[in-house]
């Protein structure tokens, strides 16, 4: 009989299941730290939700062609990028209740600059019945029901829209509803820079 006794695991095993019990708590608090700092930033106005840094700001407007859209006509990418005045692209959704909130906005502003809608995700009857109610502010109007072009532009939900200017160059963009400070002091002023 041997004085030395064999190691013994428990030791270890004791060690990694406190490490495993551990790093839920170590993600929880994490989670909070980020979320603290983004509520922080929000109170201190350094933090806008509706800031979306979209990839294709500054950039030809992607690839895509969609198919008409009850009571318009569809377009595509080539429609865009022939223009030579700016237009408004408008990602909308029926289901959308910023969307309904926005629409006396865009029937105000369709007079100013040419609006086209995008239907995101929306089945085509129920985008027609929206539009019919709401009145309709789209010179043309296509349908993005897999929602794939939405994606290529970089919407991260609706109500989205997209200053295009000539050579259908993506200008500016708000991931927010239009409001009439917005359409008064950005958008307005930018469009009609884009015209000279």
Request: glycine share 10%; with cysteine.
């Amino acid at each position: 009989m041997s004085d030395t006794a064999a190691p013994s695991s428990r030791p270890a095993s004791t060690t990694r299941r406190r490490l495993l019990m551990a790093a839920p708590l170590v993600v929880a608090g994490a989670a909070g730290v980020g979320f603290w700092r983004m509520l922080s930033g929000m109170t201190q106005g350094s933090f806008d939700p509706h800031d979306i840094h979209v990839p294709v700001l500054d950039r030809p407007v992607p690839d895509f062609a969609l198919p008409d859209q009850a009571p318009g006509q569809g377009f595509a990418a080539a429609d865009l990028r022939a223009l030579t005045r700016p237009v408004l692209v408008n990602f909308f959704a029926s289901w959308c209740i910023p969307c309904v909130a926005e629409m006396p906005m865009l029937n105000a502003l369709k007079d100013r600059l040419p609006i086209w809608g995008i239907a995101y995700k929306d089945k085509p009857d129920n985008a027609a019945g929206f539009v019919r109610r709401a009145g309709n502010p789209y010179a043309r109007i296509a349908g993005d029901l897999p929602g794939l072009t939405a994606i290529d532009w970089g919407v991260s939900g609706v109500p989205e829209s997209f200053l295009i200017g000539p050579g259908g160059i993506i200008r500016w963009h708000t991931a927010a509803p239009l409001g009439e400070d917005t359409i008064r002091d950005t958008l307005l002023p930018l469009a009609a820079s884009l015209t000279r």
